[in-house]
């Protein structure tokens, strides 16, 4: 069972550049999120997306935006990548019986802006 | 909205309970309390995860005190495995669904 998949798994850009991280589930659910993750931190929410068609703010959404392309996948895309975005990035889903108070997490997307 | 407070770090011996504590003091009533656990830099892992009554699984319990401030999870039996960072985190239920809140954590060392 694939779960949740994210890709890329390790990226390097330069400041200014632009670029998507790719998440997709396959579990049937509803609910989908894209958390960061700084060094000796926890996690921190972006944007998550309740449902298909919907997406809203977290903790810390600046600098960042999302697309929920369809209920499988939710794709979180950096507009112009600054150093402060380096980070460790994780995207998650949610929803369904029996699991529907879980949340799965995928292996994580590392990405270093320089 | 609620967060939570942990300590940073803890020791245990294996074979002994680890019982790790958290207090989220500023919890609404229809919010969650659940337990996630980190290894190295991989995705967090789910545990366990309550309202207000004690909770039991084959990996954990969880202890809510009646005033739903503070919780503690308890591995009964601590292995080298559960080496890990624990996160406890309060679920916040908006109309536009549902938020997942991590705190910073409590790097759990087990000891042979």
């Known amino acids: 069972n694939a779960g949740v998949t994210q890709t890329p798994k390790f990226q390097v850009l330069k400041t200014g550049q632009s670029m998507t991280l790719q998440c997709a589930q396959d579990m049937n659910h509803n609910s989908m999120y894209w958390y960061r993750q700084d060094p000796g931190m926890g996690l921190r929410l972006i944007y998550y997306s309740a449902s298909e068609g919907t997406t809203d703010k977290g903790e810390v959404p600046n600098g960042y935006n999302v697309s929920r392309l369809n209920k499988r996948e939710f794709s979180l895309r950096l507009e112009s990548a600054a150093p402060s975005q380096t980070s460790v990035y994780f995207c998650a889903s949610r929803g369904g019986l029996p699991s529907g108070n879980t949340i799965y997490f995928g292996e994580g997307s590392w990405l270093t802006v320089v | 909205d609620a967060k939570t407070t942990q300590p940073p770090s803890m020791d245990c011996a294996e074979g002994r309970a680890a019982n790790l504590p958290c207090n989220h003091s500023?919890?609404?009533?229809?919010?969650?309390v659940y337990w996630y656990r980190q290894i190295h830099s991989q995705g967090p892992q789910y545990i366990i995860h309550?309202?207000?009554n004690n909770e039991t699984n084959e990996m954990a319990s969880l202890i809510i005190t009646e005033d739903r401030k503070s919780s503690t999870l308890i591995l009964p039996h601590a292995t080298l495995r559960d080496t890990a960072v624990y996160y406890c985190?309060?679920?916040?239920?908006?109309?536009?669904?549902?938020?997942?809140?991590f705190g910073t954590g409590t790097s759990l060392t087990v000891i042979p």
């Open positions: 500023t919890i609404s009533g229809n919010e969650y």
């Open positions: 309550g309202l207000k």
């Open positions: 985190i309060v679920r916040v239920v908006r109309g536009t669904g549902n938020q997942f809140y």
